[in-house]
């Protein structure tokens, strides 16, 4: 392979990265969402003003403030302060993402076939990957490409994952007889680097728990090809014992690093929520106590339940007459059999929420029943109206769910 041949590979990738960067600064972007969407699209741009999001100043901020994880929120915090406009923002992240998945496809494949050359064939074929990555139909769609929403950091920042999780385990996969200090840095900053992508992917949604198994299978993988060479090394006759349980120790160490940073990572940001508002829930509509009440409704056998409606009057009422604490409180009640509480405005006991929407209209319910100066107070209470229905032992519906989160299905 010639020396031209050689430079003209990662001249190709330049230019293409430009281009891509270039289409991003002419995409039009969608901004009607974040103006109709204000529980939606529009409250994660307005957690990105920081200042406003942790110093609430009305009972509105308060009572939204923890509706939606805040990754996308740091996110347009952070290009703010850089002063990168949005599109730029977007268009760079997948041109990293790009980059690492394919060394990371790269990596894992030089493990996987060790005794193969380079050839110009294969450097082609690499470079056709990338293009093919950093041109994703994904990243024009108008959900995931143009829209100012959570969405669309969510495809690069799945590519980036893959690319880390790939380079991650073919470094657990090289030769037992390489320098074990370069071995362990690379894959103590590699494992710093994934840690904290994961964490940031994971409060991109609350339903980020889809590529867990993922994440898990590629530390269980790490983990075990990890200890075959602890193993190895232990029954060595290369190194003196203290040696040995240095490097065991220091090799145990690396392959764990990924779960520290996560723990570390999970444990900051509980901390910042419990600090300004005295709960650790990163979104209160899979978290905590309200949460843990619909969990509960979801579960109850009710032949009035659908696809579309989850949580019918009926089972409310179910729940109604198991707790006293629930029913005692009249003015709460009212609430959601009147206007006041709907978005948009309507009656429980003729037109229930749909899906999943009930937790938004109990917490609009529960600010004008006075039960919602803080976070603290509504967990505090639904703590007990939870207490109430575990006791009386309603009857479950049958079937399966992957989730408390979601009402079980019969398949049979």
């Not at 029943?369 to 803080?374: C, E, I, K, T």
């Amino acid at each position: 392979m010639t020396k031209i041949t050689k430079a003209i590979f990662p001249v190709i990738g330049v230019l293409f990265s430009l281009l891509s960067i270039l289409l991003g600064l002419y995409m039009p972007l969608t901004a009607d969402f974040a103006v109709h969407q204000r529980l939606d699209d529009f409250l994660t741009i307005q957690y990105s003003i920081l200042g406003n999001h942790f110093h609430p100043s009305s009972g509105s901020e308060m009572l939204w403030a923890l509706a939606k994880p805040m990754s996308f929120s740091y996110f347009l915090a952070a290009i703010r302060a850089l002063g990168i406009p949005y599109n730029i923002a977007l268009s760079l992240l997948w041109v990293l993402s790009a980059i690492v998945a394919v060394l990371g496809l790269k990596k894992l494949y030089s493990q996987l076939f060790p005794a193969e050359k380079i050839t110009t064939l294969k450097k082609i074929l690499w470079m056709v990957v990338y293009i093919f990555l950093l041109f994703c139909p994904s990243g024009f769609d108008e959900a995931t490409g143009s829209r100012i929403y959570r969405e669309t950091i969510l495809p690069p920042t799945v590519l980036m994952l893959i690319g880390l999780m790939t380079y991650f385990v073919a470094l657990f996969m090289q030769n037992q007889e390489i320098r074990f200090l370069p071995t362990i840095c690379s894959q103590c900053i590699i494992g710093i680097i994934l840690g904290f992508v994961w964490s940031f992917f994971w409060f991109i949604k609350e339903s980020s728990i889809w590529l867990l198994p993922a994440f898990g299978s590629t530390l269980i993988v790490c983990v075990v090809l990890q200890a075959k060479r602890i193993i190895g090394i232990l029954h060595s006759q290369k190194y003196g014992m203290r040696t040995k349980k240095i490097i065991a120790v220091a090799l145990g160490f690396s392959a764990m690093v990924p779960i520290g940073v996560v723990a570390g990572v999970s444990s900051a940001y509980d901390a910042i929520n419990t600090h300004y508002y005295g709960v650790p829930y990163a979104s209160v509509r899979t978290e905590g106590e309200i949460a843990g009440f619909f969990k509960r409704l979801y579960q109850i056998d009710d032949s009035n339940r659908s696809q579309g409606i989850w949580v019918p009057w009926s089972t409310m009422e179910k729940a109604i007459h198991a707790s006293p604490t629930l029913r005692n409180n009249v003015e709460l009640i009212n609430q959601l059999t009147t206007n006041a509480a709907f978005l948009p405005s309507r009656d429980w006991r003729k037109t229930p929420p749909s899906s999943d929407m009930g937790v938004w209209t109990m917490m609009v319910a529960l600010q004008h029943a006075g039960l919602y100066d803080s976070p603290v107070e509504a967990q505090t209470f639904f703590k007990s109206v939870n207490k109430e229905i575990d006791n009386a032992h309603l009857p479950q519906s049958k079937g399966f769910t992957p989730t408390k989160l979601l009402p079980k299905k019969n398949y049979f």
